[in-house]
């Protein structure tokens, strides 16, 4: 019970690893908003509580300030406060500078980054005095980029830089800030992204070339490294790109 009565939020928890993520920590004692977009993760969410975690789910889409505004206020009534903010919600949409619209630019960055300076700037004030524990979701993205996945690398990139640029302006308020960077995660979030290698049976069959570990990530492995920065056993780290690649980034 590495999270006994840390009350939390998890963003885009409808499915993959939000929702591990929120699995996780309300089965390490947190006690758990779940936020997702999509209606979809009300039901998931409903499995979790019925099994006896505590944890409620709120939809809301994260990139528009009324409905943050209202997700902030019902942490607050929910859980009396929040101790730690899993900033997970994204979006990814290939294509090279040339085949992306500037509608698909803005909603990557305002999915994908907005979104946590919306809901920080929330949340954060409530933090201040009592410390608190921030994690964005970055990705092996956040160092290297990929072909055609011009607006989605560039939004990950950003991401790992904000994380660093709140980890300096909060440290002295006793708040962490640290960013995961996982690599291919075996969830349909990576649906799209397949089909640029000819689909996912194609992934699967060659993840040694992307992988150096030989297989995919479960969404499992990033709730745990979620757990392990949330959690006191981390409490000097802060303002990281924790990498969880499988070695990807190596090569």
Known sequence: ???????????????????????????EGARVVATDVLEAGAEAVSVLSNAGLDIVFHRADVSQILDVRELAEFARRTLGGVDILVNNAAVN????????????????????VKSIFLLSREIIPDMRGAGGVVINMGSANSYVAEPRLAAYVSSKGAILM??????????????RVNCICPGWVDTSFNDRHAELFGGRDEVLKNIADIH??????????????????????ARAITGAGILVDGGYTIK
């Open 1 to 27: 019970m590495r999270l006994n009565n840390k009350r939390a939020i998890v963003t885009g928890a409808g499915r993959g690893i939000g929702f591990q993520i929120a699995k996780r920590f309300a089965e």
């Open 93 to 112: 949409i290939p294509g090279s500078i040339l085949e992306l619209t500037e509608e698909i630019w803005d909603r990557t960055f305002d999915v994908n």
């Open 162 to 175: 904000l994380s660093k640029a709140m980890a300096l302006d909060f440290g002295p308020d006793g708040i």
């Open 212 to 233: 150096p570990i030989g297989r995919t990530i479960q969404p499992e492995e990033i709730a745990n490294t979620a757990v392990f920065l949330a959690s006191d056993e």
